[in-house]
């Protein structure tokens, strides 16, 4: 099946700092990435959409100027959280979707196991 | 924004026993599916049914769909300890130009008790 990792699985940073998180699909290419965050006991939430060589397009509420996302390849996408705060912290996950047609049935997206960032 | 609603939000069975989660929508869809997640962990993608399905089993489980009432179910039946986790349905919208995003429900929390 269609893998896709994120890197690092976790971070502890100081408040200020700027935190890079990597989402790669591994085994397919990925015309779309999606980044979520999830707060304890609570639902995913959709913060941007990003498609390779595009700007990503973000949800409202989210502030573009503080969650960089880039999508530079069809295999990789960041997100950089920038001077991060303590409300910040939160567990981050993406997908990288494949498209129907061909390697996939349907417009599939795959969960990477996310990046729990904690900032002091 | 937050579409999918599941009930119960947290559920307590013994092993064994059916598990039976229900989700809610508003908008119409092309797709409706489920995910399980473990604590602290990524998305397990557990089934997807399509908005002209009406049922669909995909080994213990069982997953119906009501697009008149804009909800769906999603049965476990003999539980097993392992079964313990987060399931959440995830909508993707109806888009004639296809969008491909998922909107995700609160979730029903599962324990299943050995």
């Known amino acids: 099946g269609a893998v896709v990792s994120q890197h690092p699985s976790w971070v502890i940073c100081k408040s200020g700092t700027s935190v890079k998180i990597e989402c790669r699909s591994l085994?397919?290419?990925?015309?779309?990435m999606f980044w979520y965050r999830q707060f304890p006991k609570q639902s995913l939430m959709l913060m941007a959409t990003s498609n390779e060589g595009s700007k990503a397009t973000y949800e409202q509420g989210v502030e573009k100027d503080k969650f960089l996302i880039n999508h530079a390849s069809l295999t990789l996408s960041t997100l950089t959280v920038t001077s991060a705060h303590p409300e910040d912290s939160s567990f981050y996950i993406c997908?990288?979707?494949?498209?129907?047609?061909?390697?996939?049935?349907?417009?599939?997206?795959?969960f990477g196991p996310g990046t729990r960032l904690t900032v002091l | 924004s937050q579409q999918g609603e599941e009930d119960p939000q947290a559920l307590s069975i013994q092993e064994g026993e059916n598990a039976t989660m229900n989700c809610s929508y508003k908008t119409s869809i092309n797709n409706l599916q489920w995910y399980r997640q473990n604590s602290g962990r990524g998305l397990v993608h557990l089934i997807l049914i399509r908005s002209n399905e009406r049922e669909k089993h995909s080994g213990r489980l069982r997953v119906t769909l009501d697009t008149s009432k804009k909800s769906s179910s999603l049965l476990i039946t003999a539980s097993r300890a392992a079964d313990t986790a987060s399931y959440f349905c995830a909508t993707e919208p109806y888009s004639g130009a296809g969008s491909y995003q998922l909107t995700f429900g609160k979730g029903t929390k599962l324990s299943v008790i050995p």
């Open positions: 997908s990288a979707s494949g498209l129907a047609g061909g390697q996939f049935a349907y417009n599939e997206q795959f």
């Open positions: 085994d397919f290419q990925a015309t779309t």
